[in-house]
Nanobody
């Protein structure tokens, strides 16, 4: 049974950093695409970052390049999202998701469609 559990969210001041974790079980990370998505209050869900495990090249939403970094630890079956220089507009529920249909990260980030989702972790950026 595929399960994804996010952690690491919380309250952070503008300019601060957080690292989110996504612990996967029921499948091996190394074979599937993993994405981070977020849903700000009152807004649609949007793609944040994605990594295709077969080649490991990460993709990011254009607006987030340089501030967010996705990485994975195959030994721990865990994916991370390092978020730096956080802004109030980064406030959102952050979700990780996985998909094994073999589409590109560009597709996943654009459509926000993946097969399995975690329940999310709330990130609040506020002074």
């Amino acid at each position: 049974q595929v399960q994804l559990v996010e952690s690491g969210g919380g309250l952070v001041q503008p300019g601060g950093s957080l690292r989110l974790s996504c612990a996967a079980s029921g499948f091996t990370l190394d074979y599937y695409a993993i994405g981070w998505f977020r849903q700000p209050p009152g807004k649609e869900r949007e793609g944040v970052s994605c990594i295709i495990s077969s080649d490991g090249t990460p993709r990011y939403a254009d607006s987030l390049k340089g501030r967010f970094t996705i990485s994975r630890d195959n030994a721990k079956n865990t994916v991370y999202l390092q978020m730096n220089s956080l802004k109030p507009e980064d406030t959102a529920v952050y979700y990780c998701a996985t998909d094994y249909r073999g589409y590109s990260c560009s597709y996943y980030l654009k459509t926000n469609v993946m097969d399995y989702w975690g329940k999310g972790t709330l990130v609040t950026v506020s002074s």
